[in-house]
């Protein structure tokens, strides 16, 4: 009885067992693809037998070619083109697949948007060709909807390739706004609100601001505009033809960023209503009607108040070019002259370098290496400008601090009047420079730290005669 028993469950766990392997023998054939799927080629070029790609679309015709090393647009000619962007569309234009079959023989087209589609045209050096027609995007967005001229099968391509083949004039266009250095630019200013709020220009490779007011720049300030206004890149195109600017703020510009150069003349770029959630700005060349968004994140200068693009200094001058100087202050004039050592290169050492203050020798060092003649100079013409004031108006009150400088090439007058009991204007050879320097507390780089340097440099000039 024991001995049935057994037999009767050996029997049982081998039965199932048997089973356990039919149903994984038969899961796993469920999972094998019952054949290797296979892919329609619809165009099948090596890119670099390619002669040219020309693309249809509701955005106008398309003539790709090649220029040299480069890929060029031929038709339209009126677009500064990305090469780049034409580059990928022919790469891409190659080598198109039918990802998946959707109807052998379609009759009625208009379903998939191919009674109305964009055509590519691929044309290879040996006269070969082919066509292709492009329609919707299908329900998912997970592609397009493409067939072969002349014949009905309706097949699905990838969203990627369908987006390069329907590349029109937005998407082949340069986003680069301007094609200039900004060494190239010889003159810029900026407007804001219909305001101008300066003007600079260069001269022999060194700029200056030519209004409001005559003077220096603040290099650090200015040179960043220059970078971003050449880098300045579209991030989007929005209306060729607008019928109203003032929808994009752009009848009444906020901002115009007024620059020139030699090839194009003088140019504005102008900004109008602000996409804060984008970080952008809607903007326009002044005589195009075309808009378009820009970056605004780059522009941080466009509300920058105007002492901070003018020189941070009164006036400054480099101590090689100097000559004599000639200070007034406190009722009594100080006479300096200066030699600096120059070899028949132009470099400078400041070894060999030779001042005199009042006829006395000023070259010499303290006990720490420093000369204190060359740090009352940089006290000088490190007196930093403090405030803008354009209306102000010096005339009929005396300088309490006057500083002639005979120069190589002529001569400069800087006088400090006084405004009131906190600032002085800033008078440079008789003419009002429309800033103003702090009277008192202002260290290193105001006045109080100019005298403190002048009493050292004097303090010093007495301990050595009496040495001697």
């Given at each position: 009885?024991?001995?049935?028993r057994?037999?009767?469950?050996?029997?049982?766990?081998?039965?199932?067992?048997?089973?356990?392997?039919?149903?994984?023998?038969?899961?796993?054939?469920?999972?094998?693809?019952?054949?290797?799927?296979?892919?329609?080629k619809?165009?099948?070029?090596?890119?670099?037998?390619?002669?040219?790609?020309?693309?249809?679309?509701?955005?106008?015709?398309?003539?790709?070619?090649?220029?040299d090393?480069?890929?060029?647009?031929?038709e339209?000619?009126?677009?500064?083109?990305?090469?780049?962007?034409?580059?990928?569309?022919?790469?891409?234009?190659?080598?198109?697949?039918?990802?998946?079959?959707?109807?052998?023989?379609?009759?009625?087209?208009?379903?998939?948007?191919?009674?109305?589609?964009?055509?590519?045209?691929?044309?290879?050096?040996?006269?070969?060709?082919?066509?292709?027609?492009?329609?919707?995007?299908?329900?998912?967005?997970?592609?397009?909807?493409?067939?072969?001229?002349?014949?009905?099968?309706?097949?699905?391509?990838?969203?990627?390739?369908?987006?390069?083949?329907?590349?029109?004039?937005?998407?082949?266009?340069?986003?680069?706004?301007?094609?200039?250095?900004?060494?190239?630019?010889?003159?810029?200013?900026?407007?804001?609100?219909?305001q101008?709020i300066?003007?600079?220009?260069?001269?022999?490779?060194?700029?200056?601001?030519?209004?409001?007011?005559?003077?220096?720049?603040?290099?650090?300030?200015?040179?960043?505009?220059?970078d971003?206004?050449?880098?300045?890149?579209?991030?989007?195109?929005?209306?060729?033809?607008?019928?109203?600017?003032?929808?994009?703020?752009?009848?009444?510009?906020?901002?115009?960023?007024?620059?020139?150069?030699?090839?194009t003349?003088?140019?504005?770029?102008?900004?109008?209503?602000?996409?804060?959630?984008?970080?952008?700005?809607?903007?326009?060349?002044?005589?195009?009607?075309?808009?378009?968004?820009?970056?605004?994140?780059?522009?941080?200068?466009?509300?920058?108040?105007?002492?901070?693009?003018?020189?941070?200094?009164?006036?400054i001058?480099?101590?090689?070019?100097?000559?004599?100087?000639?200070?007034?202050m406190?009722?009594?004039?100080?006479?300096?002259?200066?030699?600096?050592?120059?070899?028949e290169?132009?470099?400078?050492?400041?070894?060999?370098?030779?001042?005199?203050?009042?006829?006395?020798?000023?070259?010499?060092?303290?006990e720490?290496?420093?000369?204190?003649?060359?740090?009352?100079?940089?006290?000088?013409?490190?007196?930093s400008?403090?405030?803008?004031?354009?209306?102000?108006?010096?005339?009929?009150?005396?300088?309490?601090?006057?500083?002639?400088?005979?120069?190589?090439?002529?001569?400069m007058?800087?006088?400090?009047?006084?405004?009131?009991?906190?600032?002085?204007?800033?008078?440079?050879n008789?003419?009002y420079?429309?800033?103003?320097?702090k009277?008192?507390?202002?260290?290193?780089?105001?006045?109080?730290?100019?005298?403190?340097?002048?009493?050292?440099?004097?303090k010093?000039?007495?301990?050595?005669?009496?040495?001697?």
């Amino acid at each position: 009885m024991k001995f049935y028993r057994n037999a009767i469950i050996l029997v049982v766990i081998v039965a199932l067992l048997a089973g356990a392997y039919v149903l994984v023998r038969t899961n796993k054939a469920n999972r094998m693809p019952a054949e290797t799927k296979q892919y329609d080629k619809l165009t099948d070029f090596i890119s670099t037998d390619i002669e040219s790609v020309t693309l249809k679309n509701k955005s106008g015709t398309f003539v790709i070619v090649k220029k040299d090393d480069d890929w060029a647009l031929s038709e339209p000619s009126d677009i500064r083109y990305d090469s780049s962007v034409l580059s990928s569309i022919v790469v891409n234009s190659a080598s198109i697949v039918g990802d998946k079959v959707i109807e052998e023989n379609a009759e009625d087209l208009s379903i998939y948007g191919l009674d109305d589609p964009a055509i590519v045209t691929v044309k290879s050096k040996d006269g070969t060709s082919v066509t292709l027609e492009i329609g919707n995007l299908t329900p998912t967005g997970g592609g397009y909807y493409a067939k072969l001229q002349g014949k009905n099968k309706v097949y699905m391509i990838s969203n990627y390739n369908g987006d390069k083949l329907l590349s029109g004039k937005n998407e082949i266009r340069t986003k680069q706004l301007f094609d200039i250095a900004a060494d190239d630019i010889k003159k810029f200013g900026m407007n804001r609100k219909g305001q101008n709020i300066f003007i600079a220009e260069k001269t022999d490779d060194t700029w200056s601001m030519a209004e409001p007011i005559k003077g220096s720049l603040n290099e650090t300030s200015f040179y960043t505009m220059l970078d971003t206004l050449v880098n300045t890149r579209v991030v989007k195109f929005v209306d060729d033809e607008p019928e109203d600017l003032s929808v994009y703020g752009l009848d009444k510009p906020a901002y115009e960023l007024i620059f020139s150069t030699e090839a194009t003349g003088e140019m504005k770029l102008q900004m109008g209503l602000e996409l804060k959630e984008d970080y952008a700005i809607y903007a326009k060349l002044d005589g195009s009607d075309e808009v378009f968004t820009i970056d605004v994140s780059q522009f941080s200068f466009l509300d920058k108040p105007l002492k901070e693009i003018v020189g941070i200094f009164a006036y400054i001058v480099n101590i090689q070019e100097v000559k004599e100087i000639d200070l007034t202050m406190d009722g009594k004039t100080t006479h300096m002259e200066l030699d600096v050592f120059l070899d028949e290169e132009g470099n400078m050492d400041n070894d060999k370098d030779k001042f005199y203050v009042n006829g006395i020798d000023a070259s010499g060092k303290d006990e720490n290496g420093k000369q204190p003649f060359r740090k009352f100079y940089q006290a000088l013409i490190g007196i930093s400008v403090d405030e803008i004031d354009l209306e102000g108006d010096p005339s009929g009150r005396q300088a309490e601090i006057t500083i002639d400088y005979t120069l190589k090439d002529g001569k400069m007058k800087v006088e400090y009047i006084p405004k009131d009991e906190h600032f002085y204007y800033v008078v440079r050879n008789g003419e009002y420079s429309g800033v103003l320097v702090k009277r008192k507390n202002k260290g290193e780089f105001g006045v109080d730290g100019m005298k403190e340097a002048y009493d050292t440099m004097m303090k010093f000039l007495d301990e050595q005669q009496k040495q001697q």
